[in-house]
């Protein structure tokens, strides 16, 4: 069964940092669009990141481009999230999301995602 399983969320201060994780289990091949998307309460969902595991190739959101990091361990079958610099704006439900088989080439949006994870939460205080 394949799934994908988000961890890391907490609660920080502004200006503080947190590392999201996201495994993807039941599924070996190492092709594939990684995605990170966010949803505050009331907004609209936000593409935060995206990863091709096939050959590292990352995309940004406008509003975390260069506070945010998207990385993998293929061998873990991982997808990480480094968040600097956090913003009481950050706060949110954080998600992963994979296309498989997929390249990533900046979409986040109008595109099919296969798995969707459970979500974490991640809350940023002024």
């Known amino acids: 069964q394949t799934q994908l399983v988000e961890s890391g969320g907490g609660s920080v201060q502004a200006g503080g940092s947190l590392r999201l994780s996201c495994v993807l289990s039941?599924?070996?091949?190492?092709?594939?669009?990684m995605g990170w998307f966010r949803q505050a309460p009331g907004k609209e969902r936000e593409g935060v990141a995206l990863i091709f595991t096939g050959d590292g190739s990352t995309y940004y959101g406008d509003s975390v481009k260069g506070r945010f990091t998207i990385s993998q361990d293929n061998a873990k079958n991982t997808v990480y999230l480094q968040m600097n610099s956090l913003k009481p704006g950050d706060t949110a439900m954080y998600y992963c999301a994979t296309d498989l088989m997929t390249r990533c080439d900046d979409v986040f949006f109008g595109r099919t995602w296969d798995y969707w994870g459970q979500g974490t939460q991640v809350t940023v205080s002024s």
């Open positions: 039941g599924y070996t091949y190492s092709r594939n669009c």
